[in-house]
């Protein structure tokens, strides 16, 4: 985390709401202020920290994000004023999502 750049493209980024499950990324600015600002600093969320998109609700709104070992659901207003870079995009769209396994491995051991 030491060799993250001073300046950053604002280009570059993207709202931490348009990552797909499965996509992971670094937060790189907070836009948040206030108590959001707070909320979001407690729960982890700092620049240079690492989020997984894990699942989103049928509607989209809200997310399950994985931060720092932690499973946190944000609301898509909430995860917009958080500015990522994504990480691994080409190698991340070949991927299947693991959605459909864990779920599998649950019916499993429920139907035992």
């Known amino acids: 985390m030491k060799n993250l750049p001073k300046y950053i493209e604002v280009n570059d980024l ?3 709401n348009e990552l797909e499950e ?6 790189k600015v907070i836009t ?3 108590s959001i600002r707070r ?15 894990v699942r ?10 994985e931060i720092r070992g932690a499973l946190i659901a944000l609301r898509n207003d909430t995860a917009a004023l958080i500015r990522v870079e994504r ?3 080409e ?6 999502k693991k959605k459909s396994t864990v779920f599998r491995r649950r019916r ?3 139907n035992e």
């Not at 989103?56 to 994000?65: E, M, N, W």
């Not at 190698?91 to 299947?96: C, T």
């Open 22 to 27: 499965g996509e992971r990324c670094i937060a």
């Open 14 to 16: 993207c709202g931490l």
């Open 91 to 96: 190698w991340q769209s070949g991927r299947k």
């Open 87 to 89: 990480l691994n995009t």
């Open 56 to 65: 989103k609700s049928l509607s989209g709104d809200p997310a399950a994000y």
């Open 108 to 110: 499993a051991v429920h």
């Open 39 to 53: 909320r979001l600093l407690d729960i982890g969320v700092t620049e240079g920290t690492k989020i997984r998109c």
């Open 32 to 34: 948040a202020g206030g």
